[in-house]
């Protein structure tokens, strides 16, 4: 079972940053894809940035392009988010995910049976 627990969450200024970490139970070396979604109330949780572990390959949703920054440290079981630029529709609660089977493309959803808590991201203007 992977567990997924995220941190760096808080309320910054527009234009400001944060970094979310997520750390994994299991090395994430097991697991085929990770991935950052995010969920605002009453909407859709959506994605933000997804990373191929072995190929370290990243994705981003264009609304978060040349913004935001995925890595992984698979010595640490640990992927992080660099957000830069934040703009107050990035306010969200920030989720990370882990797929362990390969196929699909990353913004699916669906494909995703690990998650972790939520951290929460706010963005003033």
């Known amino acids: 079972q992977v567990q997924l627990m995220e941190s760096g969450g808080g309320s910054v200024q527009a234009g400001g940053s944060l970094m979310l970490s997520c750390v994994s139970s299991v090395r994430t070396r097991d697991i085929y894809r990770m991935a950052w979604f995010r969920q605002t109330q009453g909407q859709e949780r959506e994605a933000v940035a997804g990373i191929h572990v072995r190929s370290a390959t990243t994705f981003y949703d264009d609304s978060v392009k040349g913004r935001f920054t995925l890595s992984q440290d698979t010595a640490k079981n640990t992927m992080t988010l660099q957000m830069n630029s934040l703009k107050p529709e990035d306010t969200a609660m920030y989720y990370c995910?882990?797929?362990?089977?390969?196929?699909?493309?990353?913004?699916?959803?669906?494909?995703?049976?690990?998650w972790g808590q939520g951290t929460q991201v706010t963005v003033s203007s």
């Open positions: 995910a882990a797929d362990t089977l390969a196929g699909g493309e990353w913004y699916e959803i669906g494909r995703y049976y690990h």
